[in-house]
């Protein structure tokens, strides 16, 4: 449901592509009780689809997240799973799926232990679909 | 040294009382450590010099001044804990009982308010000169 293929390019084979309305579903469906956005991004902090009622700080979540994940991950590679991220006024809880990002922030009503379940929710049902997608 | 032993009772306390952790760090922001208390009596890397420019980033998220950050490794917790200039790291395996130490902030703020002057005070001094 999330992939189409796509059998008319020869150079690739059956190029499976991403349909990002049906992703952007997908996040919308976390985006409650005092979430304000959910994301899928790259490893750089590029945003792939996002949802919610607060998209406008999501660039900037997005981009310092990634950094910040990155940097973290330099202990351990490939075996960090999950970043919260713990401020005054917010909380962003982070995860990996595939070779993506998903990332949630919420309010500073929000549990930690909701976000990062909501984040688990989400790597967990987006790691199939995405791991067909062409990485180039 | 008496306040060196001090604390590092103070911050032995917390790996009998919080299950899962190994290792308790308290450093400055530059990575150095200061004193720890760990269950098998080596220090191990903490990422405290990580931590310190990953606060300040995400200080800058529009979300108010950073509180703390939590990674979740395969086999390893650690938490990192503002009190800049000093940093706290909690250091635990898998089953570290987060919400747990998260009740103990408080506590451990207020403890350490002293030194943390104290380094601030230094900190602004060799600024200045």
Redesign the interface.
Known sequence: EMCIRDSINAEYGDQIMLKPRVLTQVLKQTTSHGVKCSLVMDPDGSILAAAGEDTSNSKIIAAIGSNIWKSYELHKPGSLNFLLIDCLQGKVVMGKVSKLLVCVYGDDKVEAGMLKAKVAALTEYLEEPLKQMVWK | QEQKAELQVFLNRFLTRVSGLQAVYLSDRDGTTITFASKNDSEQ?N?SF?YA??AE????????????????????I?VHLNLLPLVVTFVGDQNLN??LLSSFYADLESALKSLRDSVSKLENESGDQ
Request: hydrophobic share 40%.
């Open positions: 890397e990422l990580v420019v990953a980033q995400a200080s800058t998220l529009r979300l108010g001044k950073n509180h703390s950050i939590t990674s979740f490794y395969n086999d390893q650690i987060v919400g």
